[in-house]
């Protein structure tokens, strides 16, 4: 069984940065594609990037250049870098992974304030 815990969502200002983890527990880790999505209110989950096991990197269009996800198998985390948050980046960001099957985190709040 395959559980991920994400952290560090917050309350930042328009153009600022946070940091979110995703930590992973199972062996299954490097073998499997991770990414984030994200969810507004009353809108779809949508994808934001993805990573896949020898580290090809996927983003939305509305994220390119100012979102980067990253991976360490060895501490069984994915990252994903926010920079220059605007105020439509706020959502719920959920974890997600591949390994057979999908799994999801349980999601966590970022709020972007302008």
């Known amino acids: 069984q395959v559980q991920l815990v994400e952290s560090g969502g917050g309350l930042v200002q328009v153009g600022g940065s946070l940091r979110l983890s995703c930590a992973a527990s199972g062996n299954l880790f490097g073998l499997g594609a991770w990414g984030w999505y994200r969810q507004a209110p009353e809108k779809q989950r949508e994808l934001v990037a993805t990573i896949s096991p020898i580290n090809n990197t996927n983003y939305a269009d509305s994220v390119k250049g100012r979102f980067t996800i990253s991976r360490d198998n060895a501490k069984k985390t994915v990252d994903l870098q926010m920079n220059s948050l605007k105020p439509e980046d706020t959502a719920v960001y959920y974890c997600?992974?591949?390994?057979?099957?999908?799994?999801w985190g349980q999601g966590t709040q970022v709020t972007v304030s302008s």
């Open positions: 997600w992974a591949y390994m057979g099957r999908v799994y």
